[in-house]
RNA sequence: GCGGGUGUAGCUCAGUGGUAGAGCGUCACGUUGCCAACGUGAAUGUCGUCGGUUCGAAUCCGAUCACCCGCUCCA
């Protein structure tokens, strides 16, 4: 077993002993993909969930150019009209398509086995005659095979087959002599292609990143063989069958085709939903953002890696409206934001890694993204904590068409430039879980020399438990005086007050709660008046007056 | 969905056909008093589930379920 995945397993051994996290429906045998959040974890949780309220709604950081900006928050149902996920893509987009090799047992997704893909008619050779007659009769229309992206069964490589594709792309554009294509020219590099949008990526003679939509990617079942592009067996893929990534459920007591509808995948079009409704009710101007913190759900595959892929998880996302002209800087200027604010919250910044992700991997609504990842024990690579998309105008104008009969229905006015545009939207969009997972893992301590070898290091915003408060012994009238310390330091932290078992033990337990202090009244606290406190991170001590003790809580937590 | 692994107390695990166990933890009482102290005692189990073989099954066989790991997947 790795280093690595032993670290893990203690990890989940102590939150599952401490109560920070059990397996969903445990007592049943379980369910995979569903957590529940003990005691001391929906502490924790909850600390995460009001630093982000507090830090990025109540207080945003001040804007690239010092502009202050206002954020304020919506809370909006789980379940929507289903046509706000028609229009924001996710029942076309979400939804995959999946086919298994029979042979070999490996999964693939409809949409991504394009190229590999044998299409009735052409075969390469076939595709290079085609290709060979277009280019010489560049008025002629196109030969019906060529409108189809295919290979053949000795493609087998990607490479080839994208030499193809390049091949059939530059015959089209110079057939059709349309102008987007024209930047086609032999010397045209196909870099990708994703077949989710229909995009050519390609580098043209002149380094230039170009992309090109094309309508006719065949991406179904239209094929006679299909060979797997794994084992390359032919006839061995089953049909493609559809994996809804959403949840469904029904509305009404009656269940029929109308009633279907969707538990939300992402909190986010909630936001754009009501963003004319927080434009009319608030006076919020351009730019803004709406922030919103609450469940989503996903029908994941497999679900894996402890809590980080959950089917049923928490978001805390904001949706960032500005001037289009300026949403590159808001784009990097949240980025930089929510890295910081990773940081302030202890996590060391080697583990965390802004990641700009491709062109092939950006979902269907995305300009640009960066994923803000964490390297947690139980992976190589870092994870994605928290995605800051660039998501353009896409649900904005999505939804104007869809619900208004325009695409420019969401347009504002700026009072200064008197220009109308529908704003452009920076989200960045935080999963609750993930970022308390990887604060558990970044806070587990380990030292062997310590009486308590364990224990959680978090930081003092995000520990569950502020403070402990102990009697060092449960007589002598100790209790009696650490009793109104105890309720004068709840009524502001939680804290919590044991005199049970010896001080060790109390420590130890402290510990691997992650309590930051723990207040000791010893027999000096009735001489002269001092308690003993104990710091968690090197079990050090020091003397301060009893009537100091919240004074010195809010002093060394900063809140 | 495929392959592999694991299911016995809250946790870690022992128990290869004959009464269900240990350590740790928890709780109580006593002793003690500044880093998981000591003593005594207690509670806690459909041995994952169902079926079969057997006089007798935690143990052998079959099935099933759940979880973990790998593959696949993750808009």
């Known amino acids: 077993m790795s280093k690595s995945t032993e670290t893990m397993e203690k990890i989940v051994a102590l939150c599952r002993r401490r109560g920070f996290i059990f397996g969903s429906s445990e007592i049943y045998g ?71 090799c029979k042979e070999c047992n490996a999964r693939f997704r409809a949409d991504q086995v394009y190229s590999l893909f044998l299409l009735k008619g052409p075969s390469i050779e076939h595709l290079r005659d085609a290709v060979e007659y277009n280019a010489s009769h560049p008025k002629d229309h196109l030969k019906p095979e060529i409108e189809v992206f295919a290979c053949s069964v000795e493609a087998n490589s990607v490479t080839e087959t994208l030499d193809v594709a390049g091949d059939v792309v530059r015959a089209a554009s110079k057939a059709r002599n349309i102008g987007k294509y024209k930047k086609f020219t032999p010397e045209t590099k196909l870099r990708g292609v994703s077949s989710r ?16 939509h094309v309508e006719a990617l065949a991406t179904d079942d239209s094929a006679t063989a299909r060979p797997c592009p794994k084992c390359h067996a032919e006839d061995s893929l089953t049909e493609s069958r559809e994996f809804n990534l959403m949840f469904e459920t029904n509305t009404g007591a009656l269940q029929d085709s109308t009633s279907k509808v ?41 679900p894996r890696n402890y809590t980080f892929r959950s089917r049923e998880f928490e978001q805390m996302e904001i949706e960032f409206f500005c001037n289009p002209n300026e949403s590159k800087m808001w784009y990097e200027f949240w980025r930089d934001v929510r890295i910081k604010w990773y940081e302030s919250l202890g996590i060391q910044s080697d583990k965390l890694r802004p990641r700009e992700q491709g062109e092939d991997e950006l979902a269907h609504y995305s300009d640009a993204c960066t994923d ?9 690579e870092p994870q994605e904590l928290e995605g800051v998309a660039h998501r353009g105008s896409f649900d904005l104008m999505a939804h104007g068409k869809a619900s208004k009969g325009k695409e420019t229905a969401f347009a504002v006015l700026d009072d200064a430039t008197k220009e109308r545009f529908v ?32 224990f959680m290091k978090f930081h003092p915003r995000l520990a569950p438990i502020k403070a402990g408060v102990f009697p060092l012994v449960a007589k002598d009238g100790l209790p009696e005086l650490a009793e109104p310390i105890y309720a004068d330091i709840r009524k502001h932290f939680s804290c919590q007050y044991d005199a049970k078992q010896s001080i060790g033990k109390r420590y130890a337990r402290m510990d691997e709660a992650g309590t930051p202090f723990c207040f000791t009244i010893d027999h000096e606290t009735k001489e002269q008046g001092t308690v003993t ?17 919240l004074e010195y809580l809010r002093d060394k937590l900063g809140l």
């Open 372 to 380: 803000i990842e964490y390297m947690f024990p139980f992976a190589d």
């Open 533 to 549: 406190v104990r710091n968690r991170d090197d079990a050090s001590q020091e003397k301060i007056d009893k009537s100091r003790c």
């Open 423 to 454: 704003p452009h939207v920076i989200e960045p969009s935080a999963g609750v879980d993930r970022f308390t997972l990887a604060t558990i893992t970044e806070a587990y301590s380990f030292d062997e020399n310590r009486a308590s070898p364990e």
């Open 30 to 100: 379980g369910i995979g993909g569903f957590w529940d959040y003990g005691p001391l974890g929906v502490e924790l949780k909850r600390n995460i969930k009001d630093c982000w309220w507090h830090d990025m709604v109540r207080n945003p950081p001040p804007g690239p150019d010092g502009r202050k900006f206002q954020m304020v928050g919506v809370d909006c149902s789980i379940i929507m009209n289903p046509k706000v996920w028609e229009a924001s893509g996710h029942v076309g987009g979400f939804a995959d398509p999946m086919v298994d």
């Open 262 to 302: 969707y538990l939300r995948p992402e909190t986010a079009q909630g936001i754009f939903v009501n963003f004319k409704n927080v434009m009319d009710t608030t006076r919020v101007k351009i730019p803004f953002g709406i922030a919103q913190i609450g469940k989503a759900f996903r029908n994941e595959i497999n």
């Open 197 to 212: 949008s229909g995009t050519l990526f390609c580098t043209t003679e002149a380094g230039e990143d170009i992309q090109v």
